[in-house]
């Protein structure tokens, strides 16, 4: 258990409001990140940071943003919520145990349906 | 595009059978990392593989790293019910970010 919990875990909304989704960790790590899943695509990167107020795009960040003012706690947001973005989202920590390779490990997941 | 292409998409065997998934990539990673993901959970690390020919194994499951750190597999011998899940690898580059095939799904009938 890497600590990490998501709210909400399951969240409907309509097309065009704009929504948050949360991410706290209670390891003080100082790598987050934010994927989305979607069937035959595995999970792909939408944003990332590497410490407080450092963030940086990934893969599929089009329609999303992040903030990260605490250690502990790093926010995603859809700006104006579009169907394309209905999804599970997934946060991840990176951890370096024993200085070989770094390792991710995942929160449970937050299920978003945009109608 | 996927930068690691996971084959076969799908598998489904009897109990006690063996199974083999493969990860392929034209990149070289830092290390290769396997997830196991049951529904509506998030996905949880099995091993990372860091050496060009690695070889680790975890009871009945066996992770290979290729020598040029571009491909790996991972073996399930004598599979039972409770390997079934969705298998994910996934690519660590230089800059500390992963990459993830689509994933094997993987079905052990009793």
């Known amino acids: 258990d890497a600590g990490i919990t998501q709210s909400p875990r399951h969240k409907v909304t309509e097309t065009g409001t704009p929504v948050t989704l949360r991410c706290h960790q209670t390891?003080?790590?100082?790598?987050m990140y934010w994927y989305r899943q979607d069937p035959g695509h595995g999970l792909r990167l939408i944003h990332y940071s590497y410490g407080v107020k450092d963030t940086d795009k990934g893969e599929v960040s089009d329609g999303y943003s992040v903030s990260r003012s605490k250690t502990e706690d790093f926010l995603l947001t859809l700006e104006s919520a579009t169907s394309s973005q209905t999804s599970v989202y997934f946060c991840?920590?990176?951890?370096?145990?024993?200085?070989?390779?770094?390792?991710?490990?995942f929160g449970p997941g937050t299920r978003l349906t945009v109608t | 595009t996927q930068l690691l292409e996971q084959s076969p998409q799908f598998l489904s065997i009897q109990e006690g059978e063996n199974l083999t998934v493969y990860c392929n990539s034209s990149s070289v990673f830092s290390s290769l990392q396997w997830y196991r993901q049951e529904p509506g959970e998030g996905p949880v690390l099995l091993v990372t593989?860091?050496?060009?020919?690695e070889v680790k194994k975890l009871k009945r499951l066996t992770f290979q790293f290729g020598d040029a750190r571009k491909d790996s597999s991972l073996h399930i011998t004598a599979a039972q019910p409770g390997d079934t899940g969705l298998y994910l690898c996934a690519g660590l580059d230089r800059w500390n970010k992963l990459s993830f095939g689509a994933g094997t799904t993987v079905t052990v009938r009793a």
């Open positions: 991840a920590i990176s951890v370096l145990p024993g200085r070989v390779s770094y390792e991710q490990y």
């Open positions: 390891e003080n790590h100082r790598y």
């Open positions: 593989v860091v050496t060009g020919g």
